[in-house]
């Protein structure tokens, strides 16, 4: 992608890199330190087999291309958003497995390459930062934000700060179970959201069906029933698959389940929801909205706005650039 113009007022600017790193594309763009549009954004893909040192190098020559537009003087530092867990304080990626990667000094790595300071957090609350300081939830006292995609991330923000737990693991919205006997989830346990409503989930239940005898145009479609991506399923859907819209129907109602349990437990203003599956729009959003309002608290219910990400592809960087502002700033 093309980086916009740069205007004289682009140039007085001080500006933060962020880095999205995705198990699918990396995202690197600048935002202004003061918020705002990010530019120079550019994407690759995440070449995870070849390795991490590879995928950093990647990082580190897309961050000095963005960082060459505005001059290096300009460059407060570097966000960086990563699968978890993280440590945080030692700037280690501990586990990812979607990269296969392990003990990653990932802070170290990007910093020695760059020169500048690096601050890390983990993906999904990048998102949800990112959302909050420049996208739907803007200024809201109390957001949660929720990424349908491969995986389900989800990251809290109250009071302006990403709200990380004892150990940085809060926000883990996919893991919530909907069902304690129900589907087993990649995590070990069972009936979490994410054994349902992920990307692969989705698949995996729509070709069960198709399996058992389901009547969908999915089938042929997809030629075998293990082609079935979630990306046809709601393709199928939205052509009016009745099939299909069930199986989107039961995703939406599943998360519905999660977000009202979210939203008993925080009281929140705004959820914020993204990724890939939130792509399925007012498919996914009408009955999900309807679930909420079948079982949260009216009063929390009413004061719950529940809406589609703002900034899909940037979000990450741009909460990623936002927690550098944060750690270096004290507040965004
Ligand atoms: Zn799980």
Redesign the pocket.
Same mark, same amino acid.
Request: aromatic share 0%.
């Given at each position: 992608m093309a980086a916009p113009q740069m205007t004289e007022r682009h140039a007085r600017t001080r500006w933060i890199a962020g880095v999205d790193i995705g198990g699918t594309n990396l995202r690197v763009g600048l935002v202004p330190f003061a918020g705002g549009p990010p530019v120079a954004v550019s994407s690759a893909p995440t070449r995870a087999a070849h390795g991490p040192a590879a995928v950093v190098e990647e990082v580190a020559s897309m961050l000095r291309a963005a960082i060459a537009e505005v001059g290096r003087a300009n460059v407060a530092g570097v966000g960086v958003g990563a699968p978890g867990p993280l440590d945080r304080s030692r700037g280690v990626v501990i586990e990812t497995p979607n990269l296969g990667w392990r003990d990653i000094p990932l802070v170290d790595m990007i910093a020695s390459r760059i020169g500048l300071p690096v601050a890390l957090d983990n993906d999904a609350n990048c998102f949800a930062f990112g959302e909050w300081w420049l996208g739907a939830g803007r200024g809201a006292e109390r957001l949660i934000g929720v990424t349908l995609g491969t995986g389900i991330g989800g990251g809290i923000i109250l009071g302006g700060a990403p709200y990380r737990g004892a150990s940085d693991a809060a926000g883990e919205v *996919?893991?919530m179970s909907v069902d304690y006997s129900g589907r087993r989830?990649?995590? *070990?346990?069972r009936g979490?959201v994410?054994?349902y409503a992920s990307g692969s989930a989705i698949a995996a239940r729509a070709a069960e069906g198709i399996a058992r005898g389901a009547d969908s145009t999915l089938a042929t479609a997809a030629g075998d029933p293990a082609g079935i991506t979630a990306e046809a399923v709601c393709r199928a859907a939205a052509a009016g698959d009745r099939y299909a819209m069930l199986i989107v129907d039961e995703t939406a109602r599943v998360i519905g389940v999660a977000i009202s349990d979210l939203i008993h437990l925080l009281n929140p203003d705004v959820i914020v929801i993204g990724g890939g599956v939130a792509g399925a729009g007012e498919l996914l959003f009408a009955p999900l909205r309807d679930e909420v309002e079948q079982r949260a608290f009216r009063s929390a219910a009413r004061a719950c706005r529940i809406v589609p990400a703002e900034l899909p592809a940037t979000a990450g960087l741009v909460g990623a650039a936002g927690v550098f502002r944060l750690t270096v700033h004290g507040n965004v």
């Open positions: *996919g893991h989830c990649a995590c *070990g346990s979490c994410e054994a």
